[in-house]
């Protein structure tokens, strides 16, 4: 399944999945908190991830609940920039993350476990 997810659906994924179920209204409060959201942008983008079949609305309180995991999600987008900008080659993905200098002798050794447990 492909998933079409914009920044701002991700935010708001990313308050659902922590509360695994919330209420709209709490959600408002806490994208208010968190990222200075009205409580209209907070639904608008509520009423779209519903649209999309990424989350579920019911009474009372409309209780927010997702339909997607956050794997689901990781996968999708890794997916679609390896194709995007790597032309689907994850060589050419990992070949640009290992020329990245900031990157810790760790963190190239833990990409190295990574490929050797496959």
């Known amino acids: 399944m492909e998933i079409k997810i914009f920044d701002s659906e991700i935010k708001i994924m990313e308050l659902i999945w922590e509360h695994k179920e919330i209420s709209a209204k709490d959600l408002s409060?806490?994208?208010?908190e968190k990222l200075?959201?009205?409580?209209?942008?907070?639904?608008?983008?509520?009423?779209?991830?519903?649209?999309?079949?990424?989350?579920?609305?019911?009474d009372p309180n409309y209780i927010c609940t997702p339909l997607i995991s956050r794997n689901e999600v990781q996968s999708s987008e890794t997916k679609s920039l390896v194709k995007r900008l790597f032309g689907g080659s994850k060589k050419a993905l990992f070949s640009a993350l290992l020329e990245d200098e900031t990157l810790t002798q760790k963190d190239i050794d833990e990409l190295r476990e990574l490929i050797e447990k496959r």
Request: charged share 25%.
């Open 36 to 58: 200075g959201w009205n409580k209209n942008t907070t639904y608008t983008v509520l009423k779209k991830l519903e649209t999309k079949g990424y989350i579920k609305r019911s």
């Open 29 to 32: 409060l806490i994208a208010n």
